[in-house]
């Protein structure tokens, strides 16, 4: 959807290095998420947030950090990148809490870790 | 907590047949919403269909329907006159507030 787009769409980087991906969203929409997508688990939910400089953590959380100063802007920093964090990254925006909305997910960075 | 499981990770139909794709969750809760979603090549997920859970009728959207049976806490999903362009990963989901639980996925081909 054009409403939420991820940058970058690939990136290579290398072990112990920190990494950032960047969320945009033109919704004004106040719920973010981001999630990891690897074969045979489905896409496990890393961070979210309910609102400007309000974050919680998710299922996978270990490793990963969360930002967001502006409500259009979702970033997702790797610390010291890892093997192990090889993955598809969604990024998903919803307008409520309840399921009656849903999610609206970004196109996905795939990140690999050499 | 709330888990999903698609027991088929591999499923494929002919063109223009029926297929269902199974999916069971686990949850204490009765009100909440179940998903599926589709992930072409593109990697784009795309919503197909959605089913609250107070709500007894199943969800139907054009040529998708879901079976849903909320004692057994399963949610399938019924792919009518199948196409080639149906061919994706399919996840599905449960969501109560802001935990969104997805499944492992099955991935659907559609012979010609």
């Known amino acids: 959807d054009a409403g939420i787009t991820q940058s970058p769409r690939h990136k290579v980087t290398e072990t112990g290095t920190p990494v950032t991906l960047r969320c945009h969203q033109t919704?004004?929409?106040?719920?973010m998420y981001w999630y990891r997508q690897d074969p045979g688990h489905g896409l496990r939910l890393i961070h979210y947030?309910?609102?400007?400089?309000?974050?919680d953590k998710g299922e996978v959380s270990d490793g990963y950090s969360v930002s967001r100063s502006k409500t259009e802007d979702f970033l997702l920093t790797l610390e010291s990148a890892t093997s192990s964090q090889t993955s598809v990254y969604f990024c998903a925006i919803s307008e409520g809490l309840t399921g009656y909305y849903g999610y609206t997910f970004g196109s996905g960075t795939r990140l690999t870790v050499v | 907590a709330q888990t999903v499981t698609q027991s088929q990770p591999e499923m494929s139909v002919q063109e223009a047949e029926t297929v269902t794709l199974s999916c069971t969750y686990d949850?204490?809760?009765?009100?909440?919403?179940l998903f599926w979603y589709k992930q072409p090549p593109s990697r784009q997920m795309i919503l197909v269909i959605r089913q609250e859970a107070y709500k007894q009728q199943n969800a139907t959207e054009n040529r998708f329907s879901v079976n849903f049976q909320k004692a057994a806490k399963s949610f399938s999903l019924k792919i009518s006159d199948s196409q080639l362009g149906d061919a994706a990963m399919y996840f599905c989901a449960y969501r109560l507030n802001n935990d969104m639980r997805f499944g492992a996925g099955t991935r659907l081909t559609v012979k010609p």
């Open positions: 947030s309910y609102g400007v400089k309000d974050t």
């Open positions: 949850t204490s809760e009765s009100d909440y919403y």
């Open positions: 919704e004004n929409h106040r719920y």
